[in-house]
């Protein structure tokens, strides 16, 4: 009878994304995450298999739980232009706090992997998509409220907005300075005046 797990699987994901986060794929050796996920080697490989599907095992929670948060503005039922303003809002906030200098860990894998592997790619596009959607149902309801100006196309703008977090993102994982952040969120959103 196999000997119960002595980690838990959430836990060890969540350490999983802190070190990819802030070194990504490539330079995160496997000598690191066997120290920083706490197991040893054989038992990360009997639970993962691999460290690129470590990485996709990382990439997937981080999807559910920690974009589910920050997208949440743009994602609610209801969400509207002004939604949009907050969810930007918040990006740039990130520039005070402890983000400053990790960037989204699936922006950052749109950087690094997503041209590199199809695994990565997937979840690249995935995250596109969803930030696409949110934006559009978003922009729609805006559009319903009177909230766009004439002419304004929310598939067009959607495509905008979506393409602005990966930038905003990127500044982010630049240590861009928290002036800088706003003022991109400021340009980013005057489409919307």
Request: glycine share 8%.
């Amino acid at each position: 009878m196999p000997s119960p797990k002595q980690y838990n699987r959430d836990e060890v994901l969540d350490r999983a994304i802190a070190l990819f986060r802030r070194q990504g794929y490539s330079a995160t050796s496997t000598a690191e995450l066997v120290e920083g996920l706490g197991m040893n080697r054989k038992s990360m490989y009997a639970e993962f298999g691999s460290k690129q599907d470590l990485f996709e095992a990382a990439l997937e929670r981080y999807s559910e739980i920690y974009l589910t948060r920050v997208l949440a503005p743009i994602e609610a039922p209801g969400a509207n232009a002004q939604s949009i303003r907050d969810a930007f809002d918040g990006y740039a906030s990130a520039g005070e706090t402890p983000f400053r200098g990790l960037g989204c860990l699936m922006a950052n894998t749109a950087v690094e992997r997503a041209a590199l592997d199809p695994g990565s790619a997937r979840f690249v596009d995935a995250y596109l998509e969803r930030l696409t959607a949110g934006f559009r149902r978003a922009l729609e309801r805006a559009k319903a409220d009177g909230d766009l100006r004439d002419g304004a196309n929310p598939d067009d703008l959607a495509a905008h907005f979506a393409n602005a977090v990966v930038g905003i993102s990127a500044l982010l994982r630049a240590r861009a300075t928290p002036e800088m952040m706003y003022a991109a969120s400021r340009g980013i959103l005057s489409v919307l005046d």
